[in-house]
């Protein structure tokens, strides 16, 4: 599968994004799909995934802010990003994990919230 990760940007502290991730390819037996992150020095983590049965999960830190959702007919995942803060600066990466293990990942995309 190729992923096209796009909708970073630089916002103000409060502001608001939305990251779209395109799937092209091998989209079937797919398990979960989402996005993680990684700030500058700081290891990868899951943002956000939502399941093959529609499930989501969050981490703690962006519950009630971020809202993960996918659009089936056009093989896209969003990432709506709210009341940013500048410790949500980072690169965000979205994936697909198959049920057989495998993980593909995107490119990843730029979001920096300053004033």
């Known amino acids: 599968v190729q992923l096209q990760a796009s909708g970073g940007g630089l916002v103000q502290p409060g502001g608001s994004l939305r990251l779209s991730c395109v799937a092209s390819?091998?989209?079937?037996?797919?398990?979960?799909t989402g996005w993680y992150r990684q700030a500058p020095g700081k290891q990868r983590d899951l943002v956000a995934r939502?399941?093959?049965?529609?499930?989501?999960n969050y981490t703690d830190s962006v519950k009630g802010r971020f809202t993960i959702s996918r659009d089936n007919a056009k093989n896209t995942v969003y990432l709506q990003m709210n009341s940013l803060k500048p410790e949500d600066t980072a690169v965000y990466y979205c994936?697909?994990?198959?049920?057989?293990?495998?993980?593909?990942w995107g490119q990843g995309t730029l979001v920096t919230v300053s004033s």
């Open positions: 939502i399941t093959s049965g529609g499930i989501t």
């Open positions: 390819g091998r989209i079937f037996s797919v398990s979960a």
């Open positions: 994936y697909v994990r198959y049920y057989a293990g495998q993980t593909s």
